[in-house]
């Protein structure tokens, strides 16, 4: 049984680019959340989607934008990159509101 | 505003000893709580967890406990392993459904 696959797993951009991040939850599950996590640092809370629908919203400006696709699939969009953008976002998929499975993370890296 | 604190940032570890990672926090709406290990390159994985109503929650060699007046929690490792190394971050949940995270504490499990 598949996990949460997240796509790609290492990403290089420049400042000023734009960057889609990809992820496919735990067969079943219907909700999503994404994290950023900067080195030295815990995880830390962008959006949550749930049946398509934006469930949450951390403390990130309007340049981060995410969706959620009816197969439960999830994008992460980043426009305008900055360097202080580079960290590992993670993904996390659950079935009930206590458990939460993550993703690999995709490293991304603004130059 | 860190409302998940881990103040260890490091802990060294002899094999076969008791491993104690502390986690305290300072919002009373926290009404569950997670252990995450992480290894490099990959995501935060699920070790334990403990609802707000108890003290005390055990699986195999992992035991959580919660002091809620004091709001303390710690991980209990017993007998620690070489595999145990790793990053593990406490988490929390507060009826939103978003994780907020610790820091982290490196564990080092010395053989």
């Known amino acids: 049984d598949a996990g949460v696959t997240q796509s790609p797993t290492h990403l290089i951009k420049t400042r000023g680019q734009h960057v889609t991040l990809r992820c496919s939850p735990i067969?079943?599950?219907?909700?999503v959340s994404w994290y950023q996590q900067v080195l030295g640092q815990g995880p830390q809370f962008i959006f949550q989607?749930?049946?398509?629908?934006?469930?949450g919203r951390g403390n990130f400006p309007d340049r981060f934008s995410a969706r959620q696709f009816p197969n439960y699939s999830s994008e992460l969009n980043v426009n305008a990159l900055l360097l202080g953008d580079s960290a590992l976002y993670l993904c996390a998929s659950s079935f009930v509101s206590t458990g939460y499975t993550f993703g690999s993370g995709t490293r991304l890296t603004v130059v | 505003d860190q409302q998940v604190k881990q103040n260890s940032p490091s802990l060294s570890v002899q094999e076969g000893r008791i491993s104690i990672l502390n986690c305290d926090y300072t919002n009373s709406m926290f009404d569950y709580f997670l252990w995450y290990k992480k290894y490099p390159a990959e995501g935060p994985t699920f070790l334990i967890s403990?609802?707000?109503?108890?003290d005390k929650n055990e699986d195999g060699r992992f035991t959580v406990f919660l002091n809620k007046s004091a709001k303390h929690l710690s991980l209990h490792i017993v007998p620690s392993q070489p595999g145990d190394s790793a990053v593990y971050f406490c988490?929390?949940?507060?009826?939103?459904?978003?994780?907020?995270f610790g820091t982290g504490t490196r564990l080092t499990i010395i053989p």
């Open positions: 989607y749930y049946e398509k629908e934006e469930r």
């Open positions: 403990i609802s707000s109503i108890k």
């Open positions: 988490a929390a949940l507060g009826g939103n459904e978003k994780l907020t």
């Open positions: 067969s079943g599950h219907k909700s």
